[in-house]
């Protein structure tokens, strides 16, 4: 048996996509997008998202194209998102489909049902959007969604979850 220093399936430096380890040094907000259609609830862990203050505030978002989010937020045209916090890290892990979640992975935590889809109750902040007229378009390997935001309240945590370099980073506020 050999030990490696490195990880073992990691491509070389040379081998590497320039674009993705450019996105690596770019810290990025952890948060779980959920939806419901027919009372079962969806969830997925997304930090490529961008929120445009104006009147109205909107939110724009990348998902995965295969997900049953996307299919459920297309068909609801509603989602929610939760901004996790630094005790979060096995939820986003199950909610990205990293971590196992016997029963399903909305059994971690405690939700609570909304308008525009479950949140977490303990979660850093969390909005309720409803996504714009037309048909959202595919953005590399997914779909760009554009939706009003309609709801934010803030939680009572003193930190927040980020992602960097393929690592979760608590965040003090």
Not at 16 to 38: F, I, K
Not at 48 to 59: F, I, N, Q, V
Not at 152 to 169: I, P
Request: hydrophobic share 45%.
């Amino acid at each position: 048996m050999t030990i490696h220093s490195g990880h073992p399936f990691l491509p070389g430096d040379g081998e590497r996509d320039p674009l993705r380890r450019l996105r690596g040094r770019m810290a990025a907000p952890v948060t779980v997008w959920t939806s419901q259609l027919d009372g079962r609830p969806v969830g997925w862990t997304v930090s490529s998202l961008l929120l445009a203050d104006g009147r109205p505030s909107e939110l724009v978002g990348l998902l995965d194209a295969d997900s049953d989010l996307a299919d459920v937020v297309l068909r609801t045209r509603t989602v929610a998102v939760s901004v996790l916090s630094g005790s979060h890290r096995r939820l986003a892990d199950a909610f990205a489909g990293l971590l196992p979640a016997p029963g399903g992975a909305f059994r971690l935590g405690s939700w609570r049902d909304t308008e525009w889809g479950p949140v977490l109750g303990d979660a850093a902040g969390w909005l309720g959007a409803r996504l714009a007229p037309g048909e959202p378009v595919q953005a590399g390997w997914a779909v760009l969604v554009r939706a009003t935001i309609e709801h934010v309240q803030l939680g009572e945590t003193g930190d927040v979850l980020a992602h960097l370099r393929g690592r979760y980073r608590t965040l003090e506020l």
